[in-house]
C-alpha cells in the first residue's frame, strides 16, 4: 500500500471512529448535548477525495444577498486524474434551523485557474499527511481553484434565504447524461458550514462573525494552521471571532461590558425562540456556568440550538445543544458593530421570509 492509499484508509477510519453510535442513531437520540456530525449521517462511507473548501474568499467579499451560495473548492490534482476532468457537484443542503430536512442537488463546478507548484518531474517534499497530522508539510503539486453555485429557481420555493446559516455535505461525480453511483468519484471530507448575508450591516457582521469562526473549524480539523492566536479558552473564541467588528474592543477582542449593560441586558435562555423568531441570532454570545459559546441558529421542531464553541475538549466543534432557560444571552444589535465597517445598502428592505419586514 503506497502513502496516498494509506492516508486515504487513515481518513476513512477516522471518519468512522468520529462516534461510537451510528450518527444517524445519535442524531435522533436525546441529548444535552452532542459534537455535530461530520459525515453525512444517511449516506453510506464514500472515498475521501483530495479536494478542500476554500474559506478565505468567502470571509472576504461582501454583497447582498441575491438568491445564490458560492461554494469554493481546492482540487489536489497530483495522482487524482478523474479530478482533472469535467465535474459535477452532488449538495446536500442542511438548514440549521430545520436541521432534520435536507434538499440535495446536483451542480456543475466551474473552474477559475490552475496553480502549479515546484518541478512536476519530481516528488512531492513531502508525503500526503495521515489524519491528524500537521499538513503544512505538505502541498500538491497541481492545484485547481475552482467553485459552484447553488441558487434559487424562480418555479420553486426558495432553497436558500438571507442571514441563515447551512450546512453542505458534498460529493463529486464526472459530468454524465445523467449523474449516478457509476459517476461517482468520491467525498470532500468534511462538511461545509456557510452564512448567507443580508441587507443590513448587522446582518452583514454576523455573516462575517461566523464565517471567520467555521474556517477555524475547519482548518484544525485538516490540522491547517490559520496564523491567529487566541487562547484556547471558550470565552476568547468569541472575543476573537467578534472583536474585529465590535465597538470598544481592544487589540481585536470584543468588551462584553461595552455590549451588553443596562441599556442592552442578558436575555435568557428561555428567550431564544423569540429571538430567533424576529430575526437572526448567529454570533449571538452565550454563558452558563463554566463555560459560553457562540450561536449559530436555533431549530424549533428539535428545541435545539447548533452553537461554534472553542475549548469543547480542548479543540473547535460545532455543537448541538438542547436550550437550557437560565442561560444567559447576549443578543447583538446594530449599535453593537462599528460605525462605517460595513457598507449600507439603503435601497433594498430587508426581506426575511417568516421574520417580517
Known sequence: MNRRQRWIALCLLGASLTSVLPVSAQETTSFSKQIAAKVDPDAKPLKPLPVSFHYDPAIREERLFDGTLRVRLCLGLDDAEALKGPLVAEVKLIDLSHSHRSHTRFVPIKVD??????????????????????????????????????????????????????????SLHRKAPLQGPTTLLGQVPYPYYAATSGSTRLDR?????????????????????????????????????????????????????????????????????????????????????????????????????????????STVEVVVRTVRPSWQVGHLRDRHIVPNLFRVFPDRPRLFPGWGG
Open 113 to 170: 485557474r490552475d496553480v502549479f507548484r515546484g518541478d512536476l518531474a519530481s516528488p512531492a517534499s513531502a508525503p500526503p499527511p495521515t489524519a491528524g497530522e500537521d499538513r503544512d508539510g505538505y502541498q500538491f503539486q497541481i492545484v485547481r481553484y475552482a467553485h459552484f453555485d447553488l441558487q434559487n429557481l424562480g418555479e420553486e420555493a426558495p432553497l436558500l434565504n438571507p442571514a441563515r446559516v447551512y450546512r453542505l455535505f458534498v
Open 205 to 313: 457582521a454576523r455573516q462575517r462573525i461566523v464565517m471567520r469562526t467555521f474556517k477555524e473549524f475547519y482548518y484544525r480539523l485538516n490540522g491547517w494552521r490559520t496564523g491567529e492566536k487566541y487562547p484556547m479558552d471558550c470565552y476568547a473564541y468569541y472575543m476573537w471571532a467578534t472583536g474585529f467588528c465590535t465597538v470598544g474592543s481592544q487589540n481585536g477582542r470584543t468588551q462584553l461590558h461595552n455590549l451588553f449593560d443596562k441599556e442592552n441586558p442578558y436575555n435568557l435562555g428561555s428567550h431564544i425562540p423569540d429571538l430567533s423568531g424576529k430575526g437572526p441570532i448567529h454570533g449571538d454570545y452565550v454563558r452558563m456556568p463554566g463555560h459560553s459559546f457562540m450561536l449559530l441558529s436555533y431549530d424549533a421542531e428539535q428545541g435545539q440550538v447548533w452553537t461554534m464553541e472553542g475549548n469543547f475538549n
